[in-house]
């Protein structure tokens, strides 16, 4: 369905208006989508995406810096995300013996192993998105969203 059919628009939409009105759509669409599979396990979508940077790290504890800049959403509060997924025992806490004002994360193996019965979970989710697409349709998605995006920045 088109994007003027679906908030039912009476006037002409420019074409750069269109893009941003399907891509903030979309999201929408995406991201409740995925709160849905994450809802039964108690997770927000920052959340998630903590825990994914953090089995990222292979072992090795993340900074709070190093969490924030690997954010999708740059604009989450890290802190208060830790402290939730610190109650939840999916990540420890740490200081750095070296250096006293640096805080040292890592996932737990209760983190890790939520992740790991998530991912079939996700990767169907993410299958599912993607079935109306050809692969390389989905390669020239990526393309043209990432050509889109460096114009902005």
């Not at 108690?42 to 900074?63: C, T, W």
């Not at 209760?110 to 996700?122: S, W």
């Not at 050809?134 to 998605?141: D, G, N």
Request: include cysteine; glycine fraction near 2%; charge should be positive.
């Amino acid at each position: 369905m088109k994007i003027e059919e679906i908030i039912k628009s009476t006037v002409s939409i420019s074409d750069a208006k269109k893009v941003i009105l399907n891509l903030m759509y979309t999201n929408t669409i995406v991201g409740e989508k995925f709160l849905e599979i994450l809802k039964p396990f108690d997770l927000s979508s920052e959340q998630y995406n903590v825990l994914r940077i953090l089995r990222g790290q292979k072992g090795n504890p993340a900074n709070m810096c190093v969490i924030q800049e690997r954010m999708i959403a740059k604009n989450s509060n890290t802190t208060r995300l830790i402290d939730k997924l610190l109650l939840k025992n999916l990540v420890t806490r740490e200081v750095c013996s070296e250096n006293r004002r640096k805080i040292e994360i890592q996932i737990t193996q209760k983190g890790l192993d939520l992740l790991t019965e998530l991912d079939p979970i996700v990767i169907q989710h993410e299958e599912l998105l993607a079935s109306n697409l050809t692969a390389q349709e989905l390669k020239e998605l990526n393309r043209l969203l990432e050509k889109y995006r460096i114009s902005k920045q």
